[in-house]
């Protein structure tokens, strides 16, 4: 069974820039497609973006395109969420989340997800 830990987060200002990672345990991490998620207070879940399973293809919802950028390092089980030009609007808990399906991520659905991370914190102040 694949665990996920999320970690990066922290209090930043506007403008700047965090690197979160999700690093995997278990030996199949690199068959899942992955993706992040993100969760403000007050709202609900909402996808950001996504990483094929051998790092071919990325997507990104339009709120975050041109400035967030996932990457991954099988040979590390791990996967990187970096964020450039930070607003106040991203501050939220971010999950990373295995799939057996990019596809579905990119659709947005979670529905194929199997393993979610435990969430890391960003906080970006004006």
């Known amino acids: 069974q694949v665990q996920l830990v999320e970690s990066g987060g922290g209090l930043v200002q506007a403008g700047d820039s965090l690197r979160l990672s999700c690093v995997a345990s278990?030996?199949?991490?690199?068959?899942?497609?992955v993706g992040w998620f993100r969760q403000a207070p007050g709202k609900e879940r909402e996808f950001v973006g996504a990483?094929?399973?051998?790092?071919?293809?990325?997507y990104y919802v339009d709120s975050v395109k041109g400035r967030f950028t996932i990457s991954r390092e099988n040979a590390k089980n791990a996967v990187y969420l970096q964020m450039d030009s930070l607003k106040p609007e991203d501050t939220a808990v971010y999950y990373c989340?295995?799939?057996?399906?990019?596809?579905?991520?990119?659709?947005?659905?979670?529905?194929?997800?199997?393993?979610w991370g435990q969430g890391t914190l960003v906080t970006v102040s004006p």
């Open positions: 278990g030996r199949t991490f690199m068959r899942y497609a």
């Open positions: 989340a295995a799939s057996g399906s990019y596809t579905q991520l990119v659709a947005g659905s979670s529905r194929t997800v199997e393993v």
């Open positions: 990483i094929k399973w051998n790092g071919g293809l990325t």
